[in-house]
């Protein structure tokens, strides 16, 4: 939005007026945490950008524009500031990219856009369940043991819809082993299907569901928030806090007392009686649970020690963990047969098998009771300071890197020996069994999420977790410039090209082109235009030509691509007529060839005339029968005659 002021220019609303150097250190301030890490063009863009802008509103005249005054001020001057730490971008979740699990690369891009919340499963990853943004459920794969719950026992490499489930938001999935299925609604509803020979769909038979069926049974006026899946047990957490459990109890881990199978929900009581659960997690035969003071109890099967409660013996009902004693536990998390907890301080503990030291102490020795890994040695910091102590400018740094620097989120899978965490920073590491090789240690990745980490590196390469894909209104710096391409609103200039306008911004068209760059000069007539008439290209050509300059893409059919190559050897855009020549190979036919051959021609464009000049030899007969052959030029027929004669083209 922009007003009109009385005594000089149009300038953007809010900014009243304040100093250049105040108005560029804010807008740098605001654009730099978007960057990319890794882009040093988008940083060097940036920086011409917050340059020009700098000159555009640096309007002489009286106080109306933003000139800095001609007297000195009292103020002390504003510096171009240093850039704002990395760890800020934080605050701007990733999107995250299904396409990094296989199964995905199935579906188009227009319906990966459509994803809300996905999870891959199954022993092999082989089958996948994805709600839209309308709230409609899909599912595609093996569909092993019925776990997709379509009705029938048949795989598909096609999406199919699950309309029993349609219109019911979902805030909570898991799968089992076999695989079995559970989905808790917004509405706290639970349903289940798949694998039941164990009864761990809760529903009192062992039969397999074919569909998702509601599991009611001893669950009437309960709201399900959260459910989770053993191999073949399954847990469910209301909004109350009470934690209900049935199937497979072979070892306890329904907590029940006893170890015959449960073949409907019971709520588990003992020590859990009256206290209140706030999270849930399985391993394959062993079940957790985090109360709301902190506390942590298991239950279940505990021969690696995945309990943590200091031997291993299975345990028939829950069971609390002594060693976190004093600490407040936030989150747990549950491998095959290893546990992670992560407290409010943001430390990390492990217990159980180590086998592919998935607890990352540094070896692969079982652990029966918890163990603090990723102190603050083991990531190469300096010790705690004591409070009240002398400490250095570099101590105080250090120390605060150190507690914002915290772990903030902990992943593992039943499924899987793998294990990962976040930092505060957006760090993840990743340790256990990742692609055949055992990290012992956390290892500092590349990736932004810890989902990524089961999606390239887990063995199945399963879902951790329901995946909610992120779809905000945050835009990169590239994909702004792309929305504002032809945009009125906010467009300094207009280009008028047979008779229709095209918007644009003067300072992009300086950064991205230097024709533009030279073009507007106070010694161009053109700089003070607020409409430049084109005549010698056509409105495609040129509109395609600017929209390059925003987005780096071109899509033209090969004819037009012949006149935007005119262009682009005019402005000397070398990148462009490179495009351009590549899009004119990925179109040529034997109709358009000889005229595309002929461009090539006229451009020289050297790369280009040699493809088009093999692909009419190779098609000569065809070629010489098409209007565009007979219609060229004299003097290039017979030079492309003489040429072919040469490459042996008539000979018998």
């Not at 607890?359 to 009240?388: C, D, F, Y």
């Amino acid at each position: 939005m922009t007003s009109e002021s009385p005594s000089g220019p149009t300038i953007w609303t809010g900014l009243e007026r304040k100093t250049n150097a105040k108005l560029k250190a804010a807008a740098w301030y605001v654009w730099y945490p978007y960057i990319s890490d890794d882009n040093n063009n988008e940083v060097t863009a940036l920086l011409c950008f917050l340059d020009d802008m700098e000159r555009c509103f640096s309007v002489s005249g009286d106080s109306g524009g933003l000139t800095a005054p001609a007297s000195p001020s009292p103020v002390s001057p504003v510096l171009t500031p240093t850039p704002p730490p990395r760890r800020a971008r934080v605050r701007y979740p990733a999107m995250v990219d299904v396409g990094k699990w296989p199964l995905f690369t199935l579906l188009g891009a227009q319906e990966v856009s459509r994803i809300r919340q996905a999870c891959v499963f199954g022993t092999s990853a082989n089958e996948a369940i994805y709600i839209t943004q309308d709230d409609e459920v899909f599912v595609f794969g093996l569909n092993c043991s019925n776990c997709l719950g379509t009705g029938d026992s048949q795989s598909t490499m096609v999406p199919k819809k699950l309309d029993f489930l349609r219109g019911k938001k979902v805030v909570s999935l898991s799968y089992g082993s076999g695989p079995h299925v559970l989905l808790a609604t917004e509405g706290g509803e639970l349903f289940a299907w798949g694998h039941n020979g164990y009864s761990q769909l809760g529903n009192g038979t062992t039969n397999q569901g074919v569909s998702p069926i509601l599991v009611s049974t001893n669950l009437q006026n309960k709201k399900i928030t959260q459910v989770a899946c053993g191999s073949h047990h399954s847990l469910a957490l209301t909004h109350d806090g009470e934690v209900f459990a049935w199937g497979y109890n072979n070892c306890g881990q329904v907590g029940s007392g006893a170890t015959a199978n449960q073949p409907t929900p019971r709520r588990v009581t003992n020590c859990l009686q009256g206290k209140v659960v706030m999270g849930i997690a399985c391993g394959q035969t062993s079940s957790m649970a985090v109360l709301d003071n902190g506390e942590v109890f298991g239950w279940g099967y505990n021969g690696n020690g995945q309990l943590g409660v200091g031997n291993n013996g299975n345990q028939l009902t829950p069971c609390r963990l002594a060693a976190l004693q004093g600490l407040c536990v936030l989150q747990i998390a549950s491998g095959y047969a290893h546990s992670l907890a992560l407290t409010d301080e943001g430390l990390l503990y492990a217990w159980g098998a180590n086998t592919y030291g998935q607890l990352g102490t540094g070896n692969k020795s079982n652990q029966l009771s918890p163990v603090h890994i990723m102190a603050e040695k083991e990531r190469g910091e300096g010790e705690r300071p004591t409070v009240g102590s002398k400490r250095t400018r570099e101590n105080t740094e250090e120390a605060w890197h150190r507690e914002t620097d915290r772990i903030v989120e902990i992943a593992a899978c039943h499924s899987t020996h793998t294990s990962a965490c976040k930092t505060q920073s957006g760090q993840v590491y990743m340790w256990g069994q990742c692609r055949g090789q055992s990290i012992v240690l956390p290892h500092l990745t590349h990736f932004s999420c810890t989902d990524d980490v089961f999606a390239c590196f887990a063995t199945p390469s399963v879902m951790w977790r329901l995946l909610s894909i992120e779809h905000d209104d945050f835009l990169t710096v590239a994909q702004s410039l792309r929305k504002e391409f032809d945009s009125p609103e906010t467009a300094d200039l207009k280009f008028s090209v047979d008779g229709k306008y095209i918007h644009v911004h003067k300072a992009v068209l300086k950064i991205r082109c230097e024709h533009f760059r030279s073009m507007f000069q106070s010694h161009w007539t053109e700089d003070m235009k607020e409409v430049i008439e084109i005549d010698q290209f056509s409105y495609p050509v040129y509109r395609s030509f600017l929209e390059f300059l925003y987005t780096d893409n071109v899509d033209l059919p090969p004819e037009d691509a012949i006149g935007l190559l005119d262009l682009a050897t005019s402005y000397c855009e070398n990148r462009l007529k490179r495009l351009c020549q590549h899009i004119i190979k990925r179109g040529i036919t034997v109709e358009n060839a000889f005229s595309l051959l002929s461009a090539a021609v006229r451009y020289d464009a050297e790369d280009l005339e040699e493809f088009c000049f093999k692909f009419c030899v190779n098609h000569l007969t065809e070629v010489t029968q098409t209007a565009a052959f007979w219609q060229i030029d004299g003097n290039m027929l017979k030079e492309f005659i003489c040429r072919a004669s040469r490459c042996g083209a008539f000979k018998n």
